[in-house]
Nanobody, 120 residues
Framework: QVQLVESGGGSVPAGGSLTLSCAAS????????FAWYRQAPGKQRELVAV???????HYDGTVKGRFTISRDNAKNTVYLQMSSLKFEDTATYYC??????????????WGQGTQVTVSS
């Protein structure tokens, strides 16, 4: 019943900006840790940024200072604001939700992915 719907991907020149959105089910939004992952062709899926339900954030060193993860409680939406984009940022970006509702109970959810292409 939980769904993550991503949008905002596209093609931009190096140095440009793009914002990705992840609309999540209302039932889990307030109790989930959200993250953005990305996967480039031939590479492992890697963690980009995390925003926890208690307000903490974490960024991979390659995007720190350029990307910002945030969440809008009213819209049940998580965002990834990307600036100063590099060719190396080209990948499919995935929204991820981590829900721990009770001790010993944990559920993980993935979005379908949205493509980001940065031209050099």
């Amino acid at each position: 019943q939980v769904q993550l719907v991503e949008s905002g991907g596209g093609s931009v020149p190096a140095g440009g900006s793009l914002t990705l959105s992840c609309a999540a089910s209302r039932t889990i939004f307030s109790i989930a840790d959200f993250a953005w992952y990305r996967q480039a062709p031939g590479k492992q899926r890697e963690l980009v940024a995390v925003t926890s339900k208690i307000g903490t954030t974490h960024y991979d060193g390659t995007v720190k200072g350029r990307f910002t993860i945030s969440r809008d409680n009213a819209k049940n939406t998580v965002y990834l604001q990307m600036s100063s984009l590099k060719f190396e940022d080209t990948a499919t970006y995935y929204c991820h939700a981590d829900v721990s509702s009770d001790p010993g109970l944990r559920s993980l959810y993935w979005g379908q992915g949205t493509q980001v292409t940065v031209s050099s």
